[in-house]
């Protein structure tokens, strides 16, 4: 693993705990109704196996199982941490968690009927290997579907930029316990792609349909995105 990875994995590790409480905070509780979107995309061609890569501590994983009661579901993740919270938590035992680098997926190919991830790529060091993962492991005609983070950019981009600057680490100080792991929320977000130059990220690693929905002022996105059947 990559330098870069494990200080990624180290700093989730490190959070785990009260990571639920923090997204809640920090997207003024909308994160699990953002999540149950992303798992009806998923589950909208009937599939009967899907993937939730960065499961964290499952909130994408649990929605998928309310819309596809019987379906096999992996979560998986590099942060044991964050897969020891999914794994203890109440209704969880149906889902199969499993410690997984998303740069190399112990999967074989065209298993998945969709892909799920919520708040991954902007922490990888390989987004293309990423992506190609992902396209490898689902079936044809499978679908992926994401919520990622993103840089502002409308007319209120500066505004809002301060105001993560400002909010993001100051909770990450009082409730997170641990202002760096927050500080580099705020970064890898305002770091991270623009949509358009992310669209052509997936189009590259051969995906088709490449769709995009802003959320929470262009702060987060729902992207989805399907194999050529
Ligand atoms: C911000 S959390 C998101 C958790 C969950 N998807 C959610 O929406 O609440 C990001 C997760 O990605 C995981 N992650 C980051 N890089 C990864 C990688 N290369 N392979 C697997 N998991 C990774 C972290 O361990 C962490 O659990």
């Known amino acids: 693993m990559r330098n870069e990875d494990s200080s990624v994995q180290a700093t989730f590790n490190g959070i785990a705990r009260r990571y639920d409480l923090m997204n809640r905070l920090m997207t003024l509780n909308s994160h699990a109704r953002w999540c149950k979107e992303v798992a009806t995309f998923a589950t909208s061609g009937h599939g009967a ?21 019987e379906s096999t579901i992996i979560g998986a993740d590099f942060s044991e941490s964050m897969l020891e919270v999914a794994r203890t938590m109440e209704g969880n035992e149906s889902i199969d968690w499993q410690f997984a680098d998303a740069h190399e997926l112990p999967f074989e190919d065209n298993a998945f009927d969709g892909v ?23 079936k044809p005609g499978g679908v992926v579907a994401a919520l990622e983070s993103s840089p502002p950019s409308d007319i209120l ?5 301060l105001g993560m ?3 993001i680490p100051t909770l990450g100080t009082l409730i997170g316990r641990d202002r760096p792991a927050y ?5 890898s977000t305002l770091g991270f ?5 992310l669209r052509l990220r997936f189009e590259q690693a051969g995906f088709r349909d490449v769709q995009v929905k802003p959320k929470f002022m262009g702060t987060n996105m729902i992207w989805t995105a399907r194999k050529p059947g």
Do not use: C, M, W
């Open 116 to 138: 799920t991830h919520g708040y991954l790529l902007r922490n990888v060091s390989d987004l293309d290997q990423v992506l190609n993962e992902q396209f490898r492991v689902l």
């Open 183 to 187: 500080q580099y929320l705020v970064d």
């Open 157 to 161: 981009a500066p505004f809002i930029r």
């Open 165 to 167: 600057k400002v909010v």
């Open 49 to 69: 196996s899907y993937l939730d890569l960065a499961t964290g501590t499952g909130v994408i994983a649990r929605a998928i199982r309310e819309q596809s009661p």
């Open 193 to 197: 792609l623009a949509p358009k130059a």
